[in-house]
Structures are given as structure tokens and as C-alpha cells.
């Protein structure tokens, strides 16, 4: 397009709108001060005088430099094929992957199984070998799935008979599974590798990702703080859900920002999968439908009122937002290239009339393409809908009944045991009849009794069950989970509630991200606020280019999900862990990769401040390892002091048994007392300690049989784990000391005392249960005792 040779620089400020001919735009090359404005890529481009030696050299370099930190897509902005340097892009991720990787394998191999991990491992196992869905306690399988998939090939010893498994009892069952014969730290370690393969793969996407927004440097600027952020990389190494439905919501979300950069079959059925995914991972993965709803009805809005009542935006001096639908136009280069003219030095012939802007359409026309986009997308959001439906029935195996043996057999499913009408439950006539008079009703049903005070889930669930619009075990999951989010305790900075606070997600993210993480989002709100004001992110983010559009439908995605999953969290009774904030996180860190631009020649001071942002997130994750789980901010002392704050899977899971262990190998101690929180035995790990009754509402801790030895109340060394040690699951009147305590305290020893001495107990009164009292007063004075102590290791 230019003739003779010399040397091209790019000029970062934004041109203005070209007007009139190609060959009017065209000039000859022997004019020094001729520039060429190119409608698509929105530069200039100015032939100046050439150059050798060392000026020449350093020109070149620094030009190649920007190319390749100014490529997004596989293209630099001249449209000429992407470099070798580009080509091998991905090698950023996959050395962070590797890297992260190493420390996530690392850190699981050194933690005991937590809490949940044992009956999402037993139950993902079942679903395998038996092909029976009883064993879902609040959650969809895809994960539990994923899990047990790498388990199949060992010879296990399985628990799937018996009176636990007749019932669903899935706490004893995941106990049992994880216990001699089997190799418990090898089933625990098979089973979290898919997972941390899937929480890899979510850096991939939030690099590939914020790479097509922001080009190379701000794809590993995202990627790094995904990656070495220590409750994503804790959680990403765990057998549970949490991680699970991180990944997939950005997969979904990902695949509709694309989706509506370039409507595709292709690309709808992409978002298809990764919502049906989402769906099938937890069920707060639900939120994934509104998202989807209101982003459809923000690009219809943005869309009517671009075209439908301001005409065309350019010409008619219309406000542009942001996150308004892509108005494509061809780029000059595009309309004037032909294959036999495909290389970059190809001298173009003008075209007399060609404006850089298409001819404006009618209104007629306008609306008539407004709502063949309007229907478009939504077309493509049933049949992600109707997609993700086929995929929960399929994994169920088209099968309505969770079970697969005869009724008479096992309960079709574990809740159906609390059903008031089933005879197998065990319940006496008066006990049928207390709580059919306490919820009310006559036709009361399991989901009733779950969803008592939330009528319109319950008709709803109710009626999906019985229509068998959803299989059994889908629906009953889902009423218990909604049952569960009510009057579930909570633990925040001293207190205790069954109804939570609205502000414990925005301070559990504050004190559960690093604070080199936490400056880069706010660093990453000014960079975007920058783009806003006319200083793109990218430069090659410049109004009417491709970058940009597709920054724009991102910016309304991102903006949406957040608002919603942020509202729903702030709104929910259920405050038991930052673990349930997760999937807000990768959207966040997609924009963190605006600040790729500060990076960039020529040196600015926010460049230093990224630089320091990206170091200390790396750094602290390093200092972190292996006690990721139960990492805090700097800003508040560390994990050192994060027991004061935030308790449950926030802090301790009961991750730390091997920790435990090789400490009193190190420090032996005699007598040592064991307060534990957790699903595990602590005698898999070779512990022998003994233990207090009262510290979870577990059954397997009821049961003598067990051969558990109960702790005494004499000196020794005590060991809490910090959700014990808080209260945090203690009745309300037992959870601080008082002085109604303390005088029951002292009347029960006065009691026992004298029935010791041969008097007489009061009537009805029972010397066991005294004395299983004075035991509980006696833990609940300890504990309480405790609880103002600094620990001592």
C-alpha cells in the first residue's frame, strides 16, 4: 500500500474517524508527511525518513517488541501472520501450569482427607461401581464423578452393604471406605488429582481469555494471579465442589462472551456443554441461568437503543457505551485484500468510493437485523438450557429413581427414610402424628418437611418430582441444600449466627486475598476507568476494532455475574467459608490483565506498581506452602492470627492431622487430649490419642464400638482444632462460660457426690445421663477457658 522503503512508526493516540475515498486517503510514498488512516485498526501509520545503523536496529527492535506485546488473536494490527515469538504464546501457561502444578501436588500430598472430601470420594465411587445415586448429600455428581474416575483400576475394599448403605448414611460410608485395608493416603491423593487438573485448566482459560482482551503480557499477568492465588490453589487440590464450579462458571461465561462476539453453532454448543457443566457441579451453579437471562436482555437494550432510536452511533453522535453489542464493520485491509494479494508488502489499487463506513441502513433495515440478533440469542439461550437438561438426565443414566434396587430393598433415596408415610423409617404413630400437626398439613412430603417455609421451591420441586421433570436424586439434593442454607451457624470476628451477616463475603475476600492480589484488582478498576476516559487497555482496544468489541461484551458478562453472584452471597443465611465467593475470582482476574499496558515501552510508574503486585503474589504464595487452606492476609498477622477471625473451611477442614502427627513425633507428649473437627480417624495417620465426645455432631463419634478412648478432665496437653475451639457449632446457651452454667455446674457435682455416698438421686433422675452432663459442662467450661489463650504450638 506504500511504495519505497523507510522506517513506520506507530502512533498510539486515537485517530478519528476517516472520511471520503480510498484515493483520497492514499498518498504517495515520496510525501514525508503523508499518513495513511486505516478504518479497522484505527492507527496511523507515517512514512518518515530512513534510517540505518544503530537508530535503524533499535527502531526494529523496539517495533517487533510492540507487535508482539500488542498480539491478542494470532494477528499483529498491520494483519500480517503472527511471528514466531507469538506462535509460542503458549508456553507462558503452560510453565506457570507446570510450576503451580508442582506446589498444589506438593502441598495435597502433606494434608490429611477434610472434612467433606469422604463422602464426595465414597459417593462419586458408588455412582461407578453400583450405578446408585442415594448417596448425594447436597450436591450434583459431575464432581464426585471426576474424582473416583482414577480409583476404578484399584482393588478397593467397598462398604455398599449393609444397614448403612440400605439407609444412605453417608458419613459412615465414607468412613468406612476410607479406612485399613484401603489405602487411605492413596485413595485421597487418586481422587484430588482430577481436580487439580481442573483448576489448571481454569488458568488456561482465564489466559486465553483475558490474552484475546488484552494481548500476551496481560494473559500471564491473569494466569500468574489465578494460579498463585493461595485459596484457588487450596481448593483446586481438594475432592470436593468448590473448585469444580469455579472453573466451569468461567468456561460458561467465557463461551458466551464468544458466543456473542460470533454467533456459531460451534460456539453455542460450547456454551451448551459448559453450562449443563456448571449445573451438574454445585447447585449455586443455578445462578448461572439469570446470568445468561439478564445478559440477553442488557444486549437487546444496548442493542435498541443503539439502532432503534439513535440510528447509526457514528453519524449520529449517540452516547457509546461500553458494554453495548458489537456493531461489526469491515476493516479497510480486509476489503482491499484478495488471495493472490495475501502478503503484507502487496501494493493495493485505490478504490474510488469506498468510505470506512458502511452505507447506512434504513430503519426498517436496522430493526429487521435488531431482531434477528434479539431472537438469535435467544434461541441460543433455550437450547443451552434445553442442552443442560439432556446432560442431568444423562448422567443420571435416564434414570427418574435414584436407586437401583427394589423399594422393598433400600430406600430410593436417603431423605425418602425421613418420609412420614414410608413404614420402613421407624417412626411411632405419635411421632408421625407430632409432625404432621407441627408443619401442618396432611400431604406432608419429604421436600415439604425440607422447604417448610419456602412454598413456592417446595411446589415447584414437588412438582418436578412428581411430573419426573428431573431425576429423584437431582430434585431431593436441591430441597436439601435450600434447607440447609437456613439457620446453618456462622463464625465472624467473635461471633456466632444462624442467620449470617451481609457483609461476611466482602470481609472474608479481604482477609482471605493476599494484599498484592487485592492492589493489582484495584490497580486493574483504574485501568478499566482509564479505557473509559479514551486510554484503551490494549492499544490495539481502539473503538470499531475487534479487540474492543469483544472487550465490550466481556465488560457486560463480567459485569452481570458479578453483580449477581455477589447479591445472592451478600443475600444467603449460609456464612460457613470464602470457599462458596470462589467463582467470582477468575472474572476478576481476567481484567487484572489490563494492566499489560503499563508494562509496555514507554516506561510508566504504574508499570513498577504491577510489577511489585505480580512479585508479591508469587512471593507470598511461596511463604504460604503447604498451608494454603489456611492462609489470611498479611494485613491481619497471617494464619498465625487468622484464627480470630473466620473459622470451618476457612482455617481448619482438618487438613492438619499429619501435621499433628509429626509435631508430637518431634515434641513427644504424654496424655495428650484431642478436640477434632473433621470426618477422618485420627488413628489412620498412627495418632493415639484420646479423644472428647462432645466436639462434632457426627453419629460415628456417638458410637462406642468405634474403639475411641474418651479424654478425662486432668492435666495433659489439650489439642483444639479452631472450629471447636471457637464454638462455632455450640447451642447459642452453651457457647460462653456464664454463671446459669457454672451453678449447673455445681449442682450436678453436689448430685453425683451424694449418690457417691449412698444417697438417694432425685426422682427421675438418671445417674448416666448426670453424669454425661457434668461431662458436656465440664468440656464447655475447658473450651470457653481456651478460647482467650494464645495457643502454645
Not at 313 to 323: C, L, V
Not at 673 to 701: H, I, M, V
Given at each position: 500500500m506504500l511504495a519505497g522503503r523507510g522506517d513506520i512508526q506507530f502512533n498510539h493516540s486515537r485517530a478519528p474517524h476517516a472520511t471520503g475515498t480510498m484515493s483520497e486517503l492514499t498518498q504517495d510514498a515520496s510525501n514525508p508527511t503523508g499518513r495513511v488512516a486505516q478504518a479497522g485498526a484505527r492507527c496511523h501509520w507515517r512514512l518518515v525518513r530512513p534510517c540505518t545503523g544503530r537508530q535503524a536496529a533499535r527502531g526494529t527492535r523496539f517495533w517487533e517488541r510492540l507487535k508482539a506485546f500488542n498480539a491478542s488473536d494470532g494477528t499483529n494490527c498491520s494483519g500480517s501472520p503472527p511471528s514466531g515469538?507469538?506462535?509460542?504464546?503458549?508456553?507462558?501457561?503452560?510453565?506457570?501450569?507446570?510450576?503451580?502444578?508442582?506446589?498444589?501436588?506438593?502441598?495435597?500430598?502433606?494434608?490429611?482427607?477434610?472434612?467433606?472430601e469422604g463422602f464426595h470420594i465414597v459417593a462419586g465411587y458408588s455412582f461407578w461401581k453400583t450405578g446408585d445415586f442415594r448417596l448425594l448429600p447436597d450436591h450434583p455428581p459431575l464432581p464426585g464423578l471426576l474424582s473416583a474416575l482414577p480409583l476404578l483400576p484399584l482393588d478397593l475394599k467397598s462398604p455398599f452393604t449393609g444397614h448403612d448403605w440400605e439407609h444412605g448414611d453417608y458419613w459412615l460410608l465414607g468412613q468406612a471406605f476410607l479406612a485399613p485395608p484401603n489405602d487411605v493416603d492413596r485413595i485421597v491423593f487418586r481422587a484430588r488429582l482430577p481436580i487439580v487438573l481442573l483448576w489448571l485448566a481454569g488458568g488456561w482459560i482465564v489466559w486465553a481469555w483475558s490474552r484475546k482482551l488484552f494481548g500476551g503480557v496481560g494473559a500471564a499477568i491473569s494466569a500468574t494471579l489465578y494460579l498463585f492465588y493461595p485459596d484457588l490453589m487450596a481448593h483446586g487440590s481438594l475432592a470436593t465442589t468448590d473448585a469444580a464450579v469455579t472453573v466451569f462458571f468461567a468456561a460458561a461465561l467465557f463461551s458466551w462472551v464468544r458466543f456473542l462476539e460470533k454467533p456459531t453453532w460451534g460456539r453455542c454448543l460450547l456454551a451448551a456443554v459448559?453450562?449443563?457443566?456448571?449445573?451438574?457441579?454445585?447447585?449455586?451453579?443455578?445462578?448461572?441461568?439469570?446470568?445468561?437471562?439478564?445478559?440477553?436482555?442488557?444486549?437487546?437494550?444496548?442493542?435498541?437503543?443503539?439502532?432503534?432510536?439513535?440510528?447509526?452511533?457514528?453519524?449520529?453522535?449517540?452516547?457509546?457505551?461500553?458494554?453495548?453489542?458489537?456493531?461489526?464493520?469491515?476493516?479497510?485491509?480486509?476489503m482491499l485484500r484478495s488471495p493472490q494479494h495475501d502478503s503484507p508488502h502487496a501494493h493495493a489499487a485505490p478504490l474510488e468510493g469506498l468510505s470506512p463506513h458502511p452505507p447506512r441502513r434504513s430503519e426498517t433495515e436496522e430493526q429487521r437485523t435488531l431482531s434477528s440478533?434479539?431472537?438469535?440469542?435467544?434461541?441460543?439461550?433455550?437450547?443451552?438450557?434445553?442442552?443442560?437438561?439432556?446432560?442431568?438426565?444423562?448422567?443420571?443414566?435416564?434414570?427418574?429413581?435414584?436407586?437401583?434396587?427394589?423399594?422393598?430393598?433400600?430406600?430410593?433415596?436417603?431423605?425418602?427414610?425421613?418420609?412420614?408415610?414410608?413404614?420402613?423409617?421407624?417412626?411411632?404413630?405419635?411421632?408421625?402424628?407430632?409432625?404432621?400437626?407441627?408443619?401442618?398439613?396432611?400431604?406432608l412430603t419429604v421436600i415439604r418437611q425440607l422447604l417448610h417455609d419456602r412454598l413456592l421451591w417446595g411446589a415447584l420441586l414437588q412438582w418436578a418430582c412428581d411430573r419426573h421433570v428431573l431425576p429423584e436424586a437431582y430434585v431431593y439434593c436441591l430441597a436439601s441444600t435450600l434447607s440447609r442454607a437456613e439457620g446453618r451457624a456462622g463464625y465472624l470476628m467473635g461471633e456466632v449466627s444462624l442467620s449470617g451477616w451481609w457483609y461476611y463475603f466482602p470481609v472474608a475476600a479481604v482477609l482471605k486475598t493476599p494484599a498484592a492480589t487485592l492492589g493489582a484488582m484495584l490497580l486493574a478498576l483504574v485501568a478499566v476507568a482509564g479505557s473509559r476516559r479514551g486510554t484503551p487497555p490494549a492499544p490495539e482496544a481502539q473503538p470499531g476494532s475487534k479487540r474492543h468489541l469483544f472487550l465490550r461484551n466481556s465488560l457486560a458478562v463480567l459485569l452481570v455475574f458479578e453483580s449477581v453472584y455477589w447479591l445472592a452471597s451478600m443475600a444467603a443465611d449460609l456464612n460457613i467459608g470464602h470457599r462458596h465467593l470462589l467463582p467470582v475470582y477468575p472474572p476478576l482476574l481476567v481484567l487484572c490483565g489490563g494492566l499489560g499496558r503499563w508494562l509496555g515501552p514507554?516506561?510508566?510508574?504504574?508499570?513498577?506498581?504491577?510489577?511489585?503486585?505480580?512479585?508479591?503474589?508469587?512471593?507470598?504464595?511461596?511463604?504460604?506452602?503447604?498451608?494454603?487452606?489456611?492462609?489470611?492476609?498479611?494485613?491481619?498477622?497471617?494464619?498465625?492470627?487468622?484464627?480470630?477471625?473466620?473459622?470451618?473451611?476457612?482455617?481448619?477442614?482438618?487438613?492438619?492431622?499429619?501435621?499433628?502427627?509429626?509435631?508430637?513425633?518431634?515434641?513427644?507428649?504424654?496424655?495428650?487430649?484431642?478436640?477434632?473437627?473433621?470426618?477422618?480417624?485420627?488413628?489412620?495417620?498412627?495418632?493415639?490419642?484420646?479423644?472428647?465426645?462432645?466436639?462434632?455432631?457426627?453419629?460415628?463419634?456417638?458410637e462406642p464400638a468405634r474403639g475411641r478412648r474418651l479424654a478425662d478432665f486432668t492435666p495433659g496437653t489439650y489439642v483444639y482444632s479452631i472450629t471447636n475451639l471457637q464454638g462455632t457449632y455450640l447451642a447459642d446457651e452453651f457457647r460462653t462460660w456464664n454463671a446459669r452454667l457454672e451453678r449447673m455446674?455445681?449442682?450436678?457435682?453436689?448430685?453425683?457426690?451424694?449418690?457417691?455416698?449412698?444417697?438417694?438421686?432425685?426422682?427421675?433422675?438418671?445417674?448416666?445421663?448426670?453424669?454425661?452432663?457434668?461431662?458436656?459442662?465440664?468440656?464447655?467450661?475447658?473450651?470457653?477457658?481456651?478460647?482467650?489463650?494464645?495457643?502454645?504450638a
Open positions: 515469538r507469538h506462535r509460542r504464546a503458549w508456553l507462558v501457561p503452560l510453565s506457570l501450569s507446570i510450576a503451580a502444578g508442582a506446589l498444589a501436588v506438593s502441598a495435597t500430598r502433606q494434608w490429611s482427607v477434610t472434612f467433606d459448559s453450562v449443563a457443566a456448571v449445573l451438574l457441579s454445585k447447585y449455586s451453579g443455578l445462578l448461572i441461568v439469570p446470568v445468561l437471562v439478564l445478559v440477553t436482555l442488557v444486549s437487546w437494550l444496548q442493542a435498541w437503543g443503539r439502532t432503534g432510536r439513535c440510528g447509526h452511533p457514528e453519524r449520529s453522535g449517540a452516547k457509546r457505551r461500553i458494554w453495548a453489542l458489537p456493531v461489526h464493520r469491515p476493516r479497510a485491509d480486509q440478533g434479539v431472537l438469535l440469542r435467544l434461541a441460543a439461550l433455550l437450547f443451552c438450557l434445553l442442552f443442560s437438561w439432556l446432560a442431568i438426565w444423562a448422567c443420571f443414566g435416564f434414570r427418574f429413581r435414584a436407586a437401583l434396587d427394589p423399594p422393598g430393598e433400600s430406600y430410593s433415596h436417603m431423605y425418602l427414610k425421613h418420609d412420614v408415610r414410608d413404614p420402613r423409617n421407624g417412626l411411632s404413630a405419635e411421632d408421625r402424628r407430632l409432625l404432621l400437626d407441627k408443619y401442618g398439613r396432611d400431604d514507554p516506561f510508566r510508574p504504574g508499570g513498577l506498581l504491577v510489577g511489585v503486585c505480580l512479585a508479591g503474589t508469587v512471593v507470598t504464595n511461596l511463604l504460604t506452602w503447604p498451608h494454603y487452606l489456611s492462609y489470611f492476609t498479611e494485613l491481619v498477622g497471617g494464619r498465625s492470627r487468622g484464627w480470630r477471625y473466620l473459622s470451618d473451611s476457612n482455617i481448619d477442614w482438618g487438613q492438619d492431622t499429619k501435621f499433628l502427627k509429626r509435631y508430637f513425633d518431634e515434641h513427644p507428649r504424654a496424655d495428650v487430649k484431642l478436640s477434632y473437627f473433621g470426618s477422618a480417624d485420627p488413628a489412620w495417620y498412627g495418632l493415639d490419642l484420646s479423644y472428647f465426645e462432645y466436639t462434632a455432631d457426627l453419629p460415628f463419634w456417638q455446674l455445681r449442682e450436678h457435682e453436689a448430685t453425683l457426690r451424694a449418690h457417691l455416698a449412698g444417697e438417694p438421686l432425685p426422682p427421675g433422675a438418671d445417674p448416666t445421663a448426670l453424669q454425661d452432663s457434668l461431662s458436656r459442662l465440664y468440656y464447655l467450661k475447658l473450651t470457653s477457658r481456651l478460647r482467650g489463650r494464645t495457643p502454645d
